[in-house]
């Protein structure tokens, strides 16, 4: 399945929450917090959502990726926001934000 096809049966698409690009690493990754607890869905129900899509999204990873504050890859955000129920599009724009604050970090 690739990005640009429809959800997986079971599970439901939505609009995810306006966000900005917070600047940070630290405040990044605590709105990928707040976008899981948006969700309301478990670690296990994000693995289950991301295999229904086609997607990779080990809950070992997701929680550990979740609780400290280093930035994740760009696969893990795709997936994971896709499994919270956003759109390709969105999903899309989350990734965009991961590579500008990687960008100002190397500087």
Known sequence: MSQHDPPAEG????CCPEFENPGTIEKFVK???QLKAWSGLTFR???RN???LGLTLPRSTLSATLSRNCLPRD???FSFVRACGCSPEEARRWVEIRREIAMMTTR
């Open 45 to 47: 129900d994000l693995e």
């Open 11 to 14: 599970v439901s698409v939505k």
């Open 50 to 52: 991301a295999e229904m």
């Open 75 to 77: 696969r893990l955000v």
């Open 31 to 33: 709105q990928l917090r």
